[in-house]
């Protein structure tokens, strides 16, 4: 099974996390571009430099740490990749209402992650355990 060392997880949560209050501070809606990037790369080429440079300062190795599933953290950043590239469109285009309800949801979802409930976990298990049912109620 393939993980993720929970440090860099939480790194790439901050990240995040801290993009979206800049832009909310500053008004400068380029700045979502960064987590979004590093998102899409992570999501594309399995590479976030987020991650990557996050990694150079773990003290132990890697697998020292608790670890996080890769695949559900690939659905979490997937669904934060979504609502980046909406509340930024939502910038571009001057919809302000979209641009915050997307930001406020990403920024959420991270926090709340970061203080240990992962919403995107939960969405994951109960679209497994639909699909479960849905094949059951098949046979």
Same mark, same amino acid.
């Given at each position: 099974?393939?993980?993720?060392?929970?440090?860099?997880? !939480?790194? /790439?949560?901050? *990240?995040?996390? !801290?993009?979206?209050?800049?832009?909310?501070?500053?008004?400068?809606?380029?700045?979502?571009?960064?987590?979004?990037?590093?998102?899409?790369?992570?999501? #594309?080429?399995? @590479?976030?430099?987020?991650?990557?440079?996050?990694?150079?300062?773990?003290?132990?190795?890697?697998?020292?740490?608790?670890?996080?599933?890769?695949?559900?953290?690939? $659905? /979490?950043? &997937?669904?934060?990749?979504?609502?980046?590239?909406?509340? !930024? #469109?939502?910038?571009?285009?001057?919809? &302000?209402?979209?641009?915050?309800? @997307?930001?406020?949801?990403? *920024?959420?979802?991270?926090? #709340?992650?970061?203080?240990?409930?992962?919403?995107?976990? $939960?969405?994951? $298990?109960?679209?497994?355990?639909?699909?479960?049912?849905?094949?059951? /109620?098949?046979?």
């Amino acid at each position: 099974m393939k993980t993720v060392p929970k440090p860099l997880v !939480l790194t /790439n949560q901050w *990240f995040i996390v !801290l993009s979206v209050l800049a832009v909310w501070v500053t008004g400068w809606s380029w700045i979502l571009l960064l987590p979004l990037i590093a998102g899409l790369m992570g999501l #594309i080429f399995h @590479f976030n430099p987020v991650m990557k440079a996050a990694k150079t300062f773990l003290l132990k190795p890697p697998s020292a740490y608790t670890q996080e599933d890769f695949d559900q953290q690939q $659905f /979490n950043q &997937m669904i934060a990749v979504v609502c980046l590239a909406i509340g !930024l #469109i939502g910038y571009a285009m001057h919809w &302000m209402i979209l641009a915050y309800v @997307f930001t406020t949801l990403v *920024f959420l979802a991270a926090f #709340i992650a970061i203080l240990g409930f992962c919403v995107g976990c $939960f969405i994951r $298990f109960q679209w497994q355990q639909y699909q479960y049912r849905r094949k059951s /109620n098949r046979v």
